[in-house]
């Protein structure tokens, strides 16, 4: 990286005779150096600015229904400002949240350990592994609308509507790649000196990984599920075409079942003030329970490392 | 390594009366492993070929003419028809328009937190910028809607549309009768925001990997910060900048909800960036739920869904090749 290539044009046309000149020169340099600088602090205050936007927003109008209510009752049409009516919750929504998150989380989880086991302990460089970890990448990035779409076709059509189940193994879609870049991850960091010293002690290569590895690396497994949950639990347009949404609370999988992110949607669209005003109150408790989850995963990683 | 973990658990150089300890359990982990592996094949060759299969209908209805059909009618039960036009259109403009605007923000903020940031502020800065992406897009829908979307029309479109429209050549982009505040912009400005973060953390990553001693040796003969950062950290990590804005166009390419608030959902071809759009996503996720199992409109929504995964795939694998020497 020689000065002749460094661009800058000032650089270039420096040793200046003239003390006049380089003085105006060093003087430019530093001007914009500092413009640069302050640009990019205040492009920072703006990326801040946002999410305090955001944040503040989310506050200001989701604790205006923020009550006992919402956790209890069940979707309620609109009150057309008619306080004597009853209100409505989000019951519905949190139950069919949780179920659909915990089962693709149950399902989504071990086959993306699995699966970062296969890339860090089998395949490190074979064709096959760079071919799996190619794939996997390219889930944990593409449109989730499409796993919708594949789910539809897979699930939905056969069974001949719109269903729970339908919409925790869209979910359980989204889990597997994000586990499975953490786990790989994770297992990769393990010096490989703790993998001889089992195998040295007559340990068969499973027993290595599951009591052994697993272990050294449970901290950063565990953040990649929290990273995976806190995905997952705002994802809404795969669900609109898996498990659909419902306005009573159900626990039953081969059924439509509501969910935090797409009552938060239907209410938001309702037009009513009041609906409107319960789905910013969905939106608080989705945003806080995601950015809470993301936060511990975060902490826990940091402690370990 | 892998070679003598390999004989060691295959248990080879062991004498050979020994029972050789473990060896089905190997072969069953091994097994699973493998399988899971296959698995997450599966289902990327499933959902390419479901996409294809479901869109299949439309395909042979209208060939190669779909793709630029700017018709979507599916109204008039005898005329119904249905063109990828007007949806491709506005999702490659709304996410080009995103990184247009995303990028010179995450570069600064990734200049920022690598080299003009105290130590004790590096953390939650980045904390904080990181948080943006986990915000659910949802929420930048309703945020968007209720919050930029009015911002747009009255401090924007309201306050400047004129001017903007008077400038020459380029005017007629923001010549519009739309003044709904959900346009074309809207959804380019809430997708720019949506993937500054990840823009912002792959080039932040890729900065921190400049080897100290290069720059250095720039601070050394008299270089200013931004000298250094010009003349040093982006022709070292070009390479893997432009990987992180594949990435992140790869997320707006597919982004969904966020989109369908603020975007107006209008099936004509916009004439301006104040306009309504629609894009594959949003189409898809705005008429899906309301079509007949096995219409031709839901072919032809299957029809655009494959395309916007091939969109994507080009777009998520060009950036991962970029990115592949960067990030290990």
Avoid at chain 1, 51 to 58: D, E, K, Y
Avoid at chain 1, 219 to 224: D, E, K, L, M, R
Avoid at chain 2, 148 to 160: E, R, T
């Amino acid at each position: 990286m020689s000065t002749a290539t460094m661009g800058a044009g000032p650089l270039r046309s420096a040793p200046a005779k003239d003390m006049a000149k380089a003085r105006a020169l060093g003087r430019r340099r530093r001007l914009v150096d500092s413009l640069v600088r302050w640009a990019c602090i205040a492009a920072t205050l703006v990326g801040l600015f946002f999410l305090a936007s955001i944040m503040l927003t989310l506050v200001w109008r989701g604790m205006a229904a923020l009550d006992l209510t919402i956790f209890t009752t069940e979707f309620r049409p609109t009150r057309f400002g008619d306080d004597t009516l009853p209100k409505g919750g989000l019951l519905h929504a949190i139950l069919g949240s949780l179920v659909q998150v915990a089962i693709a989380t149950a399902i989504g989880t071990p086959v993306g350990l699995l699966v970062g086991t296969y890339l860090a302990e089998y395949a490190r460089n074979s064709a096959m592994g760079n071919a799996v970890r190619f794939v996997s990448d390219v889930l944990l990035s593409a449109p989730s609308i499409l796993i919708g779409l594949f789910i539809y076709q897979l699930v939905v059509l056969p069974m001949g509507g719109f269903s729970g189940i339908a919409g925790a193994l869209a979910l359980a879609i989204i889990v597997i790649p994000v586990v499975v870049r953490t786990t790989e991850d994770m297992l990769q960091l393990i010096p490989n000196t703790l993998r001889e010293a089992v195998i040295a002690l007559g340990a068969p290569k499973w027993k290595m990984i599951t009591l052994v590895c697993y272990k050294a690396a449970l901290s950063g497994i565990v953040t990649g599920i929290l990273l995976a949950v806190a995905r997952i639990a705002g994802e809404t347009a795969p669900l609109l075409l898996t498990s659909f949404g419902n306005n009573i609370a159900s626990l039953d999988l081969s059924k439509a079942m509501a969910s935090l992110p797409i009552s938060i949607y239907q209410q938001a669209n309702s037009g009513f003030p009041d609906l409107i005003e319960i789905a910013w109150t969905g939106a608080l408790l989705v945003t806080l329970g995601v950015l809470a989850i993301n936060i511990c995963a975060r902490l826990l990683l940091r402690r370990k490392i | 390594m892998q070679q003598t973990v390999a004989a060691g658990a295959a248990g080879l150089p062991v004498s050979g009366q020994r029972r050789k300890p473990g060896s089905l359990g190997d072969r069953i982990f091994e097994a699973l492993c493998t399988g899971a592996g296959i698995l997450v094949l599966l289902t990327l060759g499933g959902i390419i070929v479901t996409l294809f299969i479901g869109g299949l209908p439309a395909f042979e209805r209208y060939g190669v003419q779909f793709l630029w059909s700017d018709a979507w009618n599916p109204v008039e039960d005898h005329r119904e028809e249905y063109g990828a036009l007007i949806a491709v259109f506005g999702t490659v403009v709304s996410s080009i328009l995103a990184i247009i605007f995303a990028v010179p923000v995450a570069f600064g903020i990734a200049f920022f937190l690598t080299e003009l940031a105290p130590d004790w502020l590096k953390r939650p800065v980045g904390i904080a910028i990181e948080l943006l992406a986990a915000v659910p897009s949802i929420i930048y829908g309703m945020w968007g809607l209720f919050v930029l979307v009015p911002f747009v029309q009255m401090h924007i479109q309201l306050a400047f549309g004129e001017q903007l429209a008077a400038i020459p050549l380029i005017g007629f982009i923001f010549e519009s009768n739309n003044f709904a505040g959900t346009s074309l912009f809207s959804a380019s400005l809430v997708l720019a925001i949506m993937i500054l973060p990840f823009i912002a953390a792959t080039m932040r990553d890729v900065f921190e990997q400049v080897p100290p001693v290069y720059k250095e040796s720039a601070y050394g003969v008299g270089a200013t910060r931004w000298e250094v950062v010009r003349g040093v950290v982006i022709p070292y990590t070009r390479i893997s900048v432009v990987g992180g804005i594949m990435l992140g166009l790869g997320r707006a390419l597919g982004e969904t909800m966020a989109v369908t608030f603020v975007i107006g959902n209008a099936n004509r071809m916009p004439e301006s960036v104040f306009d309504a759009s629609t894009t594959i996503a949003s189409v898809i996720a705005m008429e899906f739920p309301e079509s007949l199992a096995g219409s031709l409109k839901q072919s032809a929504l299957f029809a655009l869904g494959f395309l916007l995964f091939v969109i994507s795939f080009v777009v998520l694998a060009t950036s991962r090749w970029l990115l592949r020497s960067r990030l290990k």
